[in-house]
């Protein structure tokens, strides 16, 4: 049963009046397919204005190979869309608002890193590298350094030393830093020897704007370290020479170019450069906050608190839990993106987990369900190009809504179906990205909307997995919010969801929370707000809506849930052997 919340504390809040000056601060959100700027009152996060950046190269499919899961992204993308965004914003919002601009903050998917010459140039920016993907930034979803990843895990449990993935729940991904650089080092001889040093897409950013690039003196997020690089105070910073050189030689030499400190996404990196100033439109003396990964900030705008599972819902989730340090202990959670201090609230333990395909595995089966229209239908004679790109575009808008209509009309399993989500492996628990998805118990009978459920109960069922590994670990989920576009949009998935969880779920109100907590780190990095929890308290959009489960459905879905288990033990075992 879906509800709107009627306590005050969910509601929004009502607007300051006559605050025509107070503090307007920016947040930037990175996301996969497109970057989302917000200006923000600072006083009580009043959204003041937002504009909405598509990268035009990653929309025409360029430097990607999806049979390869190679997934890049050129830097002119992300410094298109800073200028197209800032500026569009700026003019959307009430006269004078450049003035009352004093903070901006910047969050990224991730890990997402670039190779970068001496100077903190992407080697994508200059013209022997331009049209090279290797010279690009590596999208978090790109699935190419497998075995380099085994490698590191290899390493790790067998070479006799520190086990450096202990504090990354004890698996190193394919998605992470290291080995997206081992796996470019060992393909590319060209931009090995060209490159100096690697950064993250959210340290990058922040440096462009600050006109600081030197690689050894950007500071770097403690967020993108400790979950992706492997660096820990407990190891004196990254891991150490000797063991990188034992995953593989090619990584000899670059720790000692890369980072040693790092910092939290409350600390102040600088103030705009003046080219950048007056690129944007803005005063110099706005100051620029430290980067960090979208989920983790977008679990601040969605007023994360200790002991709150936060999921951003979106193409993958990222699930958010912060506990105080006296709560965590020396536990290690094992299987999980990593715990890192301060990685998501300072003064907190960050923990993160997710799933590397949600709404992905929908847009999948779209995907297969649209082959006619786009093989068949683009090609006939008797119909001109306007008018297929006129239906395709009506069919492919209707979809998913038409399938969720469908679909809610069953029942738990309708027709027998069970699905497993991973058709772009598993983040979590226990990362392995060579896992693939399936569908066991199709029959004639079988249709669509049966097939949709049964992928709409598999993404349930691995959600589930997340929240019973911090359990089974001894860190207590007390309650869940989401947040994002599966959380606003997809009424059917969320209920499912809860149903499968048995728990309630609150849905945040902002539909730009990533961009919103990225906000609320620029109004205390430039010292509007004196915490990071102050901020939250001031400007929290609230919850919009709240997901309560169903006891019939809950009880059916855990018989459900032991075959969706079976499946996924059989399937692993099948990898694995």
């Known amino acids: ?25 920016i947040g930037m959100d990175y996301g996969t397919d ?27 499919g360029l430097y990607c190979d999806a049979a390869e899961n190679r997934f890049r992204q050129h830097p002119d993308d992300y410094l298109d869309g800073i200028r197209e965004t800032v500026r569009e914003a700026l003019a959307q919002a009430p006269a004078g608002s450049a003035a009352r601009v004093r903070g901006i903050s910047i969050d990224t998917t991730g890990s997402t890193p670039v190779a970068v010459d001496r100077a903190g140039t992407p080697l994508s920016l200059r013209p022997e590298f331009r049209d090279n993907p290797n010279a690009m930034f590596v999208l978090w979803k790109d699935h190419t350094a497998i075995e380099e990843a085994a490698r590191v895990n290899e390493t790790a449990r067998g070479w006799g030393g520190e086990n450096f993935t202990r504090f990354s ?42 006109g600081k690039t030197d690689p050894l003196a950007i500071p770097r997020s403690r967020c993108a370290a400790g979950h992706k690089a492997m ?49 944007l439109g803005l005063r110099r003396d706005v100051v620029v906050g430290s980067g960090a990964f979208d989920a ?39 299987g999980i993106c990593g715990q890192v201090d301060g990685s998501i609230v300072p003064g907190m333990v960050g923990m993160e987990a997710g799933q590397s395909a949600f709404g992905d595995v929908y847009a999948w089966f779209k995907t297969v369900l649209m082959w006619p229209l786009d093989a068949i239908a683009a090609s006939h004679e008797r119909i001109d190009k306007r008018t297929h790109a006129r239906v395709r575009r009506a069919v492919s808008d209707r979809v998913l809504p038409e399938l969720a209509r469908a679909a809610e009309k069953l029942g738990p399993g309708a027709g027998g179906l069970t699905a497993l989500d991973w058709i772009n492996g598993r983040r979590t628990p226990d990362a392995n990205q060579a896992l693939t998805g399936a569908i066991a118990g199709l029959r004639m009978g079988t249709d669509a909307a049966r097939i949709y459920r049964a992928l709409v109960e598999a993404t349930a069922f691995g959600s589930r997995r997340i929240s019973e ?40 109100r902002s539909q730009q929370a990533c961009a919103l907590g990225a906000a609320m780190f620029a109004a205390v990095v430039a010292g509007v707000h004196k915490t990071v929890q102050d901020a939250q308290r001031a400007m929290g959009s609230g919850f ?22 079976s499946l996924g033990r059989f399937v692993e075992q099948e990898t694995v052997s």
């Open 34 to 60: 497109s970057v989302r700027c917000v200006i923000v009152d600072a006083a009580d996060g009043h959204e003041v204005a937002s504009a909405v950046h598509n990268y035009g190269r990653w929309a025409r």
């Open 231 to 279: 660096w820990n105070e407990a190891f004196g910073g990254l891991p150490s020479e000797d063991f990188l050189v034992r995953v593989d030689p090619l990584l000899g030499g670059l720790r000692k170019r890369l980072y040693r400190q790092t910092v939290t996404a409350d600390a102040a990196v600088g103030t705009l450069s003046p080219a950048w100033a007056r690129e």
């Open 544 to 565: 919009e809506a709240e997901y309560r489960p169903s006891p019939e459905r809950a009880a059916e879905y855990d018989r459900l849930y032991a075959r969706y288990q």
């Open 469 to 508: 590994r911090f359990d089974e670990q001894g860190v207590k989920v007390k309650s869940v919010i989401a947040l994002g576009g599966i959380a606003s949009k997809s009424p059917f998935v969320m209920q499912v969801v809860a149903d499968v969880l048995n728990a309630g779920i609150k849905v945040v």
């Open 296 to 334: 983790h900030m977008g679990a601040v705008g969605g007023q994360i608190e200790p002991h709150v599972l936060v999921k951003i819902m979106g193409t993958s989730t990222c699930d958010m839990l912060i506990a105080p340090h006296a709560d965590v202990g020396d536990r290690l959670i094992a």
């Open 169 to 210: 729940g004890g698996v190193y991904s394919s998605e992470w830093f290291w080995a997206k650089i081992l796996h470019i080092l060992r393909t590319d001889p060209a931009v090995r020897e060209a490159a100096f040093s690697w950064v993250e897409h959210c340290d990058w950013m922040s440096a462009v704007l600050t």
């Open 1 to 25: 049963m879906r509800k709107t919340p009627k306590s005050p504390k969910t509601r929004r809040k009502p607007k300051t009046a006559g605050a025509s000056r107070t503090p307007l601060v």
